[in-house]
Antibody
Framework: QVQLVQSGGGVVQPGGSLRLSCGAS????????MHWVRQAPGKGLEWVTL????????YYADSVKGRFTVSRDNSKNTVYMQMNSLRVEDTAVYYC???????????WGQGTLVTVSS | QSALTQPPSASGSPGQSVTISCTGT?????????VSWYQQHPGKAPKLMIY???KRPSGVPDRFSGSKSGNTASLTVSGLQAEDEADYHC??????????FGGGTRLTVL
């Protein structure tokens, strides 16, 4: 069965950095794009980034462009998101999710909380 | 403020039907047949319920159905059951902008 297991996250001061990881199993990882989606406390979902199946193409929401970087290591079945210059408004639960090749996300990780606070 | 507009709440009694709307623009919902819907129980990750406006992934009951007219997409839950009580989020592909979501609708089964 498909599993996405996330790690990383925690509390960081404004301006700080953090890296999230998402390990995948149960499907051919190098065939699918991977998304990151976040959810601020009590709010709706917000798409953050997509990385293509081989890592050659990446796409970002305007709110994180230039600050966040998505990457993947297909030999380790893992996708990463490096978050720099973090702001208070980046506080959220971050989910990795598998692209379903139909412009949707069919499997999601368990989520990891990132808190940006002084 | 979310890019897509959903009602904050909806409700229905067991066995009834309820429809949740999701309004966008011609740049997202109206421009592409790539609307998806996600169910999220408290403290849990979202679950894909509908993709490409009307299609159900394997394992999703046929009580869940999707539709679209112009810039508004809708999710209908028929034969409401207690376990349907959750938050529902719509999403649309938006071209160069990527993907946009609604603010979510809390569905209460009375």
């Amino acid at each position: 069965q498909v599993q996405l297991v996330q790690s990383g996250g925690g509390v960081v001061q404004p301006g700080g950095s953090l890296r999230l990881s998402c390990g995948a199993s149960g499907f051919t990882f190098n065939r699918y794009g991977m998304h990151w989606v976040r959810q601020a406390p009590g709010k709706g979902l917000e798409w953050v980034t997509l990385i293509g199946h081989d890592g050659s193409k990446t796409y970002y929401a305007d709110s994180v462009k230039g600050r966040f970087t998505v990457s993947r290591d297909n030999s380790k079945n893992t996708v990463y998101m490096q978050m720099n210059s973090l702001r208070v408004e980046d506080t959220a639960v971050y989910y990795c999710a598998k692209d379903d090749e139909h412009y949707a996300r069919d499997y999601w990780g368990q989520g990891t909380l990132v808190t940006v606070s002084s | 403020q979310s890019a897509l507009t959903q009602p904050p709440s909806a409700s229905g009694s067991p066995g009834q039907s309820v429809t949740i709307s999701c309004t966008g623009t011609s740049s997202d919902v109206g421009g592409y047949n790539y609307v998806s819907w996600y169910q999220q129980h408290p403290g849990k990750a979202p679950k894909l319920m509908i993709y490409e406006v009307t299609k159900r992934p394997s394992g999703v009951p046929d009580r869940f159905s999707g539709s679209k007219s112009g810039n508004t997409a809708s999710l209908t839950v028929s034969g409401l059951q207690a376990e349907d009580e959750a938050d529902y989020h719509c999403s649309s592909y938006a071209g160069n902008t990527g993907w946009v979501f609604g603010g979510g609708t809390r569905l209460t089964v009375l």
